[in-house]
């Protein structure tokens, strides 16, 4: 079908002539209830609501959601599309079941999470069970498995980076966003409050820094360790109870496991930053959520299965999963410091700031995400352990 | 066109039908005298001669030529013609020129270097004049820089992930042949001459060798600096007089710099243990492959232009390609190590050999290049300096 931008009339009109959907939902089209929920920085989402099922439909639109004047390929479902489908059977159960993708509408119809709430969310409400970080440990392990090249034949990933390394448009996102811009004068960056104005200035001139964040930027675009969901922060996150689901895997790219992990570890710090009275109930977030991925990971690993390591036996395997794991742990320091300071100063900002009583306090939070940030990307490279990550971050 | 093997007649009867190219040939189409020179592994090559000039006419056989009954897709030959084309313009007059590439008969049509030899035929006749070396380095260090993230935008880069990542089929080799056969047993390892018997299964039984071979594996699959022209042995470097050229790209690939280098440096040193009265003058010509390699590489990324180290002046800049040339170096050592070992008992040997006057003789030359070769993986990725990875050879 050619593209348009749908409305909840098309969508209906759509969703009607498609058998396989229409059953799913059940009864007559006109009484499907169908409400836009449209919440992130780059679609139209839509829950359709029949008498037999739901269903969540989310459409890429020509330019960002939230700034009509920045264009946006539309190929960004496309690689969504391809992410569920090449992770999916590794992590049933923990991302919403893929029910459709329309190469024309570039629309992809999904298991609609009715009751799930968004973890940063849930978060800033003070609402989030505990636990979930061990769930989001086994999800990023398991894509490990599935896409890197150690548990499977080396054409495995050569196959992943032929369909996923032409995903620029959203790489060119996290590559200025997230590596770059923070640390230089750029259009793109909010201006920030005037108490800020020194540590933003000191981020742009801060040689070190810069040196560091070169070394980050080499590992994210040479080392192909395995398929990244690529934007995996408290938002791409949905919950109900002890029911996890990671959403939103269009920035998926082949690039180095900590990418992910950093992400995450990052966006619990920021809460953490803005809501300093939760430190033991957010460490042992960070603790539960390494525990699980380097255990589920290091014991997938072991076994093998690829051409990587293939000479090795279970002593010497058992050496290069711990490399590996610490190679893995240095890059999510780094990353997630970027991913802190990105998310204080640059052009995506987090909600969790919102938490904090006064100006004074949020620029004190603000601050300390910055200098937590810049400690973990210039010392990050040379950690040994996960407890060493959390003393760079105070805990 | 449909694929059908060619042969001279039926090659004739196409080329008369490409304008461009029967002018290039001059005359009558009678009167082109082709004649078949098929020296390679994997192909077919014919030489064209006309009035007005000459053309190398490469076809892609659905096996590999040696051996009819291992299967080998044709599309390496797009690959092929794709590398030619994505480095032509940093490389132009160290390549033959590409005239033409049909996708249907899967034949490259090229420049055609009839004065030219092989380098490795050149070696063992003891004719090739001394600086050839440097002139590999010069063509290593512009690939870098015309397909790398350090002086091109990041989408360079993923564009040519995206382009040669499904060239599988010649990459499986590289990962069986290079990567792992010789370390195992396989039907595919020659049966070893019996005094090398004891070294062969030496190499199949030992763990610390195994798991640094590991670690070259996840660089070589992991480690996506720039695009490889993945077989740069002395066979795929033709020359005449000072005129060095660079041929047989079908192996091309993302990977680690250091692999093509190590390749190089792997059969001058393979070389070396044949002739080892030759000692000064190929330690020569890897000294000026390092020395004009890292001296061009160096000053090309001082001046940057990709997204990587974007934030840097040239102070920070200097100590990251400092880093990054140290990383390259270390990988060399490893690969020229795992290639020395590969062409002394693995599939494709090396005619170096046939210096040797004895049996005896070219034994004790075999096993030297064994030893080297495990001492260069086991150790090279310790080294800080290009001497140091000479002292490794014995050099």
Known sequence: MTYRILDAASLRDWLAQQPELSQRLGGAAADWSIREVSDGNLNTVFLVDGVAGALCCKQALPHVRVAPDWPMPLERALYESRYMRAVAPAVAGLMPELFAYDTGLFLIVMECLTEHEVLRSALIAGRAPSGFSAVIGTY???TVQ???????PFETGARLLEQFSGNTALTRITVDLILTDPYRVCDRNPEPEAGLLDDVKALQTDEILHRAVGRLQDRFLTVR????????HTGSIMLHGTDVRVIDGEFATMGPVGFDCGLYLGNLALHLCAAPHKAAELRAEMVAFWQSFSEELRSALQNGGGDM???SGPAGRQDLVASFLKDI????AGFCGLE???RTVGFA????YG?????QERLLARQKALQIGRTLIVEGGSQRSFDGVLSLMGL
Chains 1, 2 share one sequence.
Do not use: F
């Open 146 to 152: 599935a896409t890197g090249w150690i548990n499977q």
């Open 225 to 232: 360790q395995a398929l990244l969901h690529g934007d995996l």
């Open 355 to 359: 938490l904090c009583g006064t100006a």
């Open 329 to 332: 742990l240095r890059d999510m």
């Open 349 to 352: 900002q987090v909600a969790d």
């Open 140 to 142: 990023v392990a398991r």
């Open 340 to 342: 802190m300071i990105r």
């Open 309 to 311: 390591w293939a000479l």
